[in-house]
């Protein structure tokens, strides 16, 4: 066996694994509110930047990759596509920016391998997930 294959067992504790995981993220997304659905986008993407970072620190070039695209599908497809540009005024379209923003500098950190880019999108992404958490007690009323 070289590097890279795997024995049966090894495969399928992994498969197991990746499947109790995803079963966890899909039961969690199952029964969230959409307020708790945001919580998940903003866990969803610190968990990607962590993983990149740790995979950049590592050599991991592939997996670096596949986490900082997984954490720009995040905002663009969960956290932008989500604002109500019309009816969020110009708090969505302070949000919208910043989005855009992070959106390019996790760009520049994957073609840079820019740690310090992606310890910037962290801590501007933190106050938001700390801020929304905040406000569960009133989004779990309505």
Same mark, same amino acid.
């Given at each position: 066996?070289?590097?890279? =294959?795997?024995? #049966? %067992?090894?495969?399928?504790?992994?498969? +197991?694994?990746?499947?109790?995981? =995803?079963?966890? $993220?899909?039961?969690?997304?199952?029964?969230?509110? #959409?307020? =708790?659905? $945001?919580?998940?986008? +903003?866990?969803? +993407? @610190?968990?990607?930047?962590?993983?990149?970072r740790?995979?950049?620190?590592?050599?991991?070039?592939?997996?670096?990759?596949?986490?900082?695209? &997984?954490? $720009?599908?995040? $905002?663009?497809?969960?956290?932008?596509?989500?604002?109500?540009? &019309?009816?969020?005024?110009?708090?969505?379209?302070?949000?919208?920016e910043?989005?855009?923003?992070?959106?390019?500098?996790?760009? !520049?950190?994957?073609?840079?391998n820019?740690? @310090?880019?992606? =310890?910037?999108?962290?801590?501007? !992404?933190? #106050? @938001?997930?700390?801020?929304? @958490?905040?406000?569960?007690?009133?989004?779990?009323? %309505?």
């Amino acid at each position: 066996m070289h590097a890279g =294959q795997f024995t #049966p %067992r090894q495969l399928q504790r992994q498969s +197991f694994g990746a499947l109790y995981q =995803q079963i966890g $993220v899909e039961t969690a997304v199952g029964s969230a509110t #959409p307020h =708790q659905l $945001v919580c998940l986008l +903003f866990d969803g +993407f @610190l968990e990607a930047v962590a993983q990149a970072r740790g995979a950049m620190r590592d050599g991991h070039i592939e997996i670096k990759c596949t986490a900082i695209g &997984r954490a $720009v599908r995040i $905002v663009e497809e969960g956290l932008r596509a989500g604002l109500d540009r &019309r009816a969020g005024g110009k708090l969505a379209a302070d949000l919208d920016e910043l989005y855009r923003y992070l959106c390019l500098r996790l760009t !520049m950190a994957n073609l840079r391998n820019d740690d @310090l880019a992606l =310890q910037e999108a962290a801590r501007l !992404m933190q #106050p @938001l997930r700390d801020a929304w @958490l905040a406000i569960a007690p009133q989004a779990d009323r %309505r």
